[in-house]
Nanobody, 123 residues
Framework: QVQLVESGGGSVQAGGSLRLSCEASRVSVSNDCMGWFRQAPGKEREGVASIVNGRTMYADSMKGRFTISKDNAKNTLYLQMNSLKPEDTAIYYC??????????????????WGQGTQVTVSS
């Protein structure tokens, strides 16, 4: 069965950085649509970034601060987060899905999800 295991979350002060990792099994990071999503307390889950076949997409509030990347040899997805803000506090989820070679932030197109990793940014 598909497994996505996130790591790298933690607590950081505003302006700091974190790198999240997502180790994938039974799904190909190199070929499949991969994405990062987040859910803050009391809010709906929202798209952060996605990548497929070298194409990337970011939510507007993350552009210029977050970078999605992958290591095909390790079958691992990453999210480098810089200039973190308190409003970035959320549980971050890795996801895999199907997007016809164009990245998407639509939750409905992602069939597989990790368990999430907490990111807390203090002011």
């Amino acid at each position: 069965q598909v497994q996505l295991v996130e790591s790298g979350g933690g607590s950081v002060q505003a302006g700091g950085s974190l790198r999240l990792s997502c180790e994938a099994s039974r799904v190909s990071v190199s070929n499949d649509c991969m994405g990062w999503f987040r859910q803050a307390p009391g809010k709906e889950r929202e798209g952060v970034a996605s990548i497929v076949n070298g194409r990337t997409m970011y939510a507007d509030s993350m552009k210029g601060r977050f970078t999605i990347s992958k290591d095909n040899a390790k079958n691992t997805l990453y999210l480098q987060m810089n200039s973190l803000k308190p409003e970035d506090t959320a549980i971050y989820y890795c996801a895999a899905g199907f997007c016809n070679n164009f990245p998407t932030l639509r939750l409905a197109q992602f069939a597989y999800w990790g368990q999430g990793t907490q990111v807390t940014v203090s002011s």
